[in-house]
C-alpha cells in the first residue's frame, strides 16, 4: 500500500513536469536563442555604422583585424569585405560552425559585414537558463517523494494497527483495546474488530458457565445415584441376590462419572486451544 501511494503521488508529479517543465524548458531555450540573435544583429548594426563613419571621415584609415577586434565579444569572429573585395577577419573564425549565429550587414560605401557568434557559447546560456527549471522538477520529485512516503506512512498505520490487534484477538485476547482513527475506512474496521472481540469473549463465558453447569448436572446426580446403590446393597431388607447386582453396578457409575469429567475436562482443553488462550 505504502509503495503504491508513493508511486502514484511520483507519477503525477513525473506528469505535471512533463506537461508543464518540458514546454517551458523549449520556450525559454528560443527565448534565449532569440535574445542572442538579436545581440549578434545589434552587434553588426553597430559595428556597420562605425565602418561607414570611419568611411566617410577626412582619413578613413584602412580597416585591419586590429581595429575590429576591440569591437567584439571573445566568443564572436568578424569579417569584413571591403568594396574592392580584400576580406578583413578578426576574432576566433576559426570555431564557426552551422550551429553558429550570424548576422550580415552591407556597407554605405561598399561592402559588407558579417558577424558571428559561437554557437557553444549560445547552448551554454540556453543550459544556464534552463538548469533552474531542471532543478525545480528534480527538487519537486524529492518532495513529492517525501510527502508520498509521509503520507503513506501516516494512512498505512492505523491498518497496520488493526492487523495487530485483529492478532491480539485471534490468540484469544478479547480485552485488547482497539484505537479510534479518523479514517473512516479504518474507524470502520476498529469497530468490526470491538463488535467481535465482545461477542466472542461473551460466547467464550457462556461456554464457561456451560461447562460448569454440565459438569454439577451430570456428576451430581451420577454421585448421588452412586451412593444409594451403595446403601440399598447394604441394607439388611435387601435380597442378597439383588445386593449383589446393585454393587455390580456400582464400578459401572464411578466410570460413567469419570467419563464424564475427561468429558467435560477435554473440551474444555479444546476450546481454550481453539481460542488461543495456551499461547
Do not use: C
Not at 491480539?168 to 473512516?184: A, K, L, M, W
Not at 472481540?197 to 456428576?219: F, K, P
Not at 460413567?256 to 488461543?276: I, P
Amino acid at each position: 500500500m505504502r509503495e503504491r501511494l508513493v508511486a502514484v503521488l511520483v507519477g503525477l508529479t513525473v506528469a505535471v513536469i512533463a506537461l508543464y517543465g518540458i514546454p517551458r524548458a523549449y520556450f525559454v531555450g528560443d527565448l534565449v536563442r532569440d535574445s542572442e540573435v538579436r545581440s549578434v544583429e545589434r552587434s553588426a548594426d553597430l559595428i556597420s555604422q562605425l565602418l561607414a563613419e570611419r568611411q566617410n571621415s577626412t582619413a578613413p584609415g584602412a580597416v585591419t583585424e586590429g581595429s575590429l577586434e576591440p569591437l567584439i565579444g571573445p566568443d564572436e569572429a568578424v569579417e569584413y569585405v571591403s568594396p574592392s573585395g580584400a576580406t578583413t577577419v578578426a576574432g576566433d573564425s576559426g570555431s564557426t560552425g552551422p550551429s553558429d549565429l550570424s548576422a550580415t550587414r552591407p556597407l554605405a560605401g561598399g561592402g559588407r559585414l558579417t558577424v558571428w557568434r559561437s554557437g557553444a557559447v549560445v547552448e551554454d546560456r540556453i543550459s544556464d537558463a534552463v538548469l533552474p527549471l531542471v532543478l525545480l522538477g528534480v527538487g519537486l520529485l524529492v518532495a513529492a517523494a517525501v510527502v508520498g512516503a509521509w503520507l503513506a506512512r501516516r494512512l498505512s498505520r492505523p491498518f497496520t494497527e488493526l492487523a495487530t490487534v485483529a492478532e491480539e484477538i485471534g490468540r484469544g485476547r478479547f480485552d485488547v483495546e482497539v484505537p479510534h482513527y479518523s479514517v473512516p475506512e479504518a474507524e470502520a474496521i476498529g469497530d468490526a474488530l470491538r463488535r467481535g472481540g465482545a461477542q466472542l469473549d461473551m460466547l467464550l463465558q457462556r461456554e464457561r458457565d456451560l461447562a460448569v453447569n454440565a459438569s454439577h448436572e451430570l456428576r451430581t446426580p451420577i454421585a448421588a445415584l452412586r451412593l444409594e446403590l451403595e446403601d440399598l446393597s447394604m441394607w439388611p431388607e435387601t435380597p442378597p441376590a439383588v445386593a449383589d447386582e446393585l454393587r455390580r453396578y456400582i464400578p459401572e457409575l464411578k466410570r460413567l462419572s469419570a467419563a464424564v469429567t475427561q468429558y467435560l475436562d477435554t473440551a474444555r482443553e479444546q476450546r481454550r486451544s481453539d481460542v488461543g488462550l495456551d499461547g
